[in-house]
C-alpha cells in the first residue's frame, strides 16, 4: 500500500499520561499536515510541514502538542498530559508541491482515533 | 481568516433523486476550492477542486460543483445519486497563505435504495 499510513489506530489512555501518534506520508510527498477531528466537525487544521521543517501552528495546537518531522519523511505527534478534550481522530495527510499551494492535493490517511478516559 | 460553511448537516435522499450540497467561503480574493469526501469506514478523499478558469467542475463518480463568484459558493451536485454515495462531503478552501487547507463541518448524505 502506498498511500498515508498512520499507526496506531486507536489509541485508549487515561488523562495525564503522554500519547505519541505516528503518521508515513506517501514516498516523496514534501509537505504533511496533521489535522484533528471531532465527531460532527470537519477536520482542524493543527501543523504542517515543508520537508523537515514545520512552517505553520494553529492556536489550536497547546503547548501540550508537539510535532516532529526528523527527516523529512515519517512525523511524530506527541500529546502530554493528556485531556479529556484531547479525545479526537488525528489525521495526517500529505502532498507532492512543486508549484505552490494551488495544485494542491491532500492524501489523508486512516487517522489515530484517541479515547482519553 | 477564512471560513467555509455548509448548510446541510444531514441529507437523506432516495436513490436517482438530485443532489446539491451547499458550500460558502468567506474570503473574496482568490480561492482555491475542494470538495472530499469519506466513505464510511475510509479515509477522505478528494472528489473535485477548482483554481481556475471554467467554474464548473467535473470530478470523479459523476460529481460536479459551479464556482459562483459573486455569491462566494461553491456548490456540489448530483444529477441522481447511488445507495453508494452515502458518505460525508466536506468543502474546503486553502487560507490566504496557501498553507492550510480549511474544512466546513460537513454533510453526512444518506443515500436509501
Known amino acids: 500500500d502506498t498511500g498515508v499510513s498512520q499507526n496506531p489506530r486507536h489509541k485508549i489512555t487515561k488523562r495525564g499520561q503522554n500519547v505519541t501518534f505516528r503518521c508515513d506520508p506517501i514516498?516523496?510527498?514534501?509537505?504533511l499536515y496533521w489535522y484533528r477531528q471531532t465527531l460532527g466537525q470537519g477536520p482542524e487544521f493543527l501543523t504542517y510541514?515543508?520537508?523537515?521543517?514545520?512552517?505553520?501552528k494553529s492556536r489550536l495546537l497547546s503547548d501540550r502538542f508537539s510535532a516532529e518531522r526528523p527527516k523529512g519523511s515519517f512525523s511524530t505527534l506527541e500529546i502530554q498530559r493528556t485531556e479529556q478534550g484531547d479525545s479526537a481522530m488525528y489525521l495526517c495527510?500529505?502532498?507532492?508541491?512543486?508549484?505552490?499551494?494551488?495544485?494542491?492535493?491532500?492524501?489523508f490517511g486512516s487517522g489515530t482515533q484517541l479515547s482519553v478516559l | 481568516a477564512q471560513s467555509v460553511s455548509q448548510h446541510n448537516h444531514h441529507v437523506i435522499l432516495s436513490e436517482a433523486a438530485s443532489l446539491e450540497l451547499g458550500c460558502n467561503y468567506s474570503?473574496?480574493?482568490?480561492?482555491?476550492l475542494f470538495w472530499y469526501v469519506q466513505y464510511p469506514g475510509q479515509h477522505l478523499q478528494l472528489l473535485l477542486k477548482y483554481f481556475s478558469g471554467d467554474p464548473l467542475v467535473k470530478g470523479i463518480k459523476g460529481f460536479e460543483a459551479e464556482f459562483i463568484k459573486s455569491k462566494f459558493s461553491f456548490n456540489l451536485r448530483k444529477p441522481s445519486v447511488q445507495w453508494s454515495d452515502t458518505a460525508e462531503y466536506f468543502c474546503?478552501?486553502?487560507?490566504?497563505?496557501?498553507?492550510?487547507?480549511?474544512f466546513g463541518k460537513g454533510t453526512t448524505l444518506s443515500v436509501s435504495s
Open positions: 510541514f515543508q520537508n523537515e521543517a514545520q512552517l505553520e
Open positions: 474570503y473574496g480574493g482568490t480561492v482555491n
Open positions: 495527510a500529505s502532498s507532492l508541491t512543486n508549484r505552490g499551494p494551488s495544485n494542491e492535493k491532500l492524501f
Open positions: 474546503a478552501v486553502f487560507n490566504q497563505a496557501g498553507t492550510a487547507l480549511i
Open positions: 514516498s516523496e510527498h514534501n509537505r
